[in-house]
């Protein structure tokens, strides 16, 4: 304890003053004020360098999203180019359409009655043949009775002169 004696001896305890320190050694001050000018001597080409690779970037961002931009207005006039394009293309293919189905219409109409005429046409040689087939027909049959009739009147009244005359009249018709 002796040695601290003298070392204690000379502290003084202040009396509860307020004041000023004008002592920059004592304050720290100073010494705040190199560290914070050593940081900005040391620091302004690395944070320079570092903001100046930021903006560049940012730059660079927003050249590509203002080229992009552009881009996009240029593919949006080809696309509304495309689309006038594709919907003229469909005006034009609908009256197209339009005139082919009148025209398949015609044809379809036009074609059916010339089948509607040939079927009559048709049906109409049939009417006939078979008209003119019943008529042979009844023909035939009037004939086949008269024949019948002649061959039972015949023998009765057939004698031998009226069928000399009747070979005669056939040969001089033949000759």
């Known amino acids: 304890m002796s040695l601290l004696a003298p070392l204690l001896a000379q502290v003084e305890i202040p009396e ?9 050694l ?3 001050l100073l010494n705040i004020v190199i560290v914070f000018g050593l940081l900005f001597w040391l620091g302004r080409g690395y944070l320079g360098r570092i903001l100046g690779e930021r903006r560049a970037e ?3 961002s927003i050249r590509e999203v203002e080229d992009r931009g552009r881009q996009a207005e240029q593919e949006l006039v080809v696309a509304r180019n495309n689309l006038s394009t594709a919907q003229a293309q469909a005006q034009q293919i609908l009256a197209e ?4 189905a009148e025209r ?3 044809q379809v109409l036009d074609q059916a009655q010339a089948d509607i005429a040939r079927i009559r046409d048709s049906i109409e040689q049939d009417l006939q043949s078979e008209q003119q087939r019943a008529l042979a027909q009844v023909r035939l049959q009037v004939i ?3 024949l019948s009739r002649l061959q039972q009147r015949l023998p009765g009244e057939l004698d031998e002169q009226t069928q000399r005359r009747l070979l005669d009249q056939s040969i ?4």
Do not use: K, M, P, Y
């Open 16 to 24: 509860h003053r307020f004041g000023l320190n004008l002592d920059l």
């Open 26 to 28: 004592n304050t720290n």
């Open 58 to 60: 940012i730059e660079s």
């Open 97 to 100: 359409a339009r005139t082919n």
């Open 104 to 106: 398949v219409r015609t």
């Open 144 to 146: 086949r009775d008269a």
């Open 172 to 175: 001089q018709l033949l000759d």
